[in-house]
């Protein structure tokens, strides 16, 4: 069974740039589309963007439009995340999750996920 595991979550301020990655054990992520969400205590896990299996199309959410970046490497069997000009509201723990199917597109509903990493946290001060 595949894991995922979130690397590059830390504090950083008003502004800075982190780069997360999501690295894939026991399967590929070849064939299947990527997605990251992210989470705050109490609250739902919310989409952050997603890239299709070919890695050619992708899909933000609009808080992170312009900012973020998502992408992945099948050669490495990795995702990640590129974050600039990160806000305080982006402090959160951030997943990484695999598409249920293969050849699928970005998606931003989590229930088209499969299977998750444990997380990474960010945490942006101001």
């Known amino acids: 069974q595949i894991q995922l595991v979130e690397y590059g979550g830390e504090s950083v301020q008003t502004g800075g740039s982190l780069r997360l990655s999501c690295v894939a054990s026991?399967?590929?992520?070849?064939?299947?589309?990527m997605g990251w969400f992210r989470q705050l205590p109490g609250k739902e896990r919310e989409f952050v963007a997603a890239?299709?299996?070919?890695?050619?199309?992708?899909k933000h959410a609009v808080n992170a439009l312009g900012r973020f970046v998502v992408s992945k490497d099948d050669e490495k069997n990795t995702a990640y995340l590129q974050m600039d000009n990160l806000r305080p509201e982006d402090t959160a723990m951030y997943y990484c999750a695999r598409s249920r199917s293969a050849y699928d597109g970005p998606a931003s509903n989590s229930r088209d996920y499969r299977y998750w990493g444990q997380g990474t946290q960010v945490t942006v001060s101001s």
């Open positions: 026991g399967g590929t992520i070849s064939y299947y589309a």
């Open positions: 890239v299709a299996w070919r890695g050619g199309s992708t």
